[in-house]
């Protein structure tokens, strides 16, 4: 139900904005987050927003990612700036309500040098 989008490859330095939507549901997520997995680590918290709009960031990405949401279109997005090569990984959305989380597909983002 959550899809994300905006994935590619970027140099180093560059920006990319990532895109994810609740296609086909009425769900209102009070929680949105962007997750990553980079090759041989475990997922990790990127950037997360609640439904008052507060937000919070890993320390990796602070001042360079800004998660943001629109309520009207139930959709959320990931502006990535001064991307770095560490920043490559595969990119999930999520979306929670109480008592259960969906997870979208993960869309690819890589970082050249």
């Known amino acids: 139900q959550l899809q994300a989008s905006g994935g590619g490859l970027v140099q180093a330095g560059g920006s990319l904005r990532l895109s994810c939507a609740a296609s086909?549901?009425?769900?209102?997520?009070?929680?949105w987050a962007w997750y990553r997995q980079a090759p041989g680590k475990q997922r990790e918290l990127v950037a997360i927003i609640i439904s008052g709009g507060s937000t919070n960031y890993a320390d990796s990405v602070k001042g360079r990612f800004t998660i943001a949401r629109d309520n009207a279109k139930n959709a959320m997005s990931l502006q990535m700036s001064s991307v770095k090569p560490e920043d490559t990984a595969v990119y999930y959305c999520?979306?929670?309500?109480?008592?259960?989380?969906?997870w979208g597909h993960g869309t690819h983002v890589t970082v050249s040098s």
């Open positions: 086909g549901s009425s769900i209102s997520f009070n929680t």
């Open positions: 999520y979306g929670r309500i109480p008592m259960r989380a969906y």
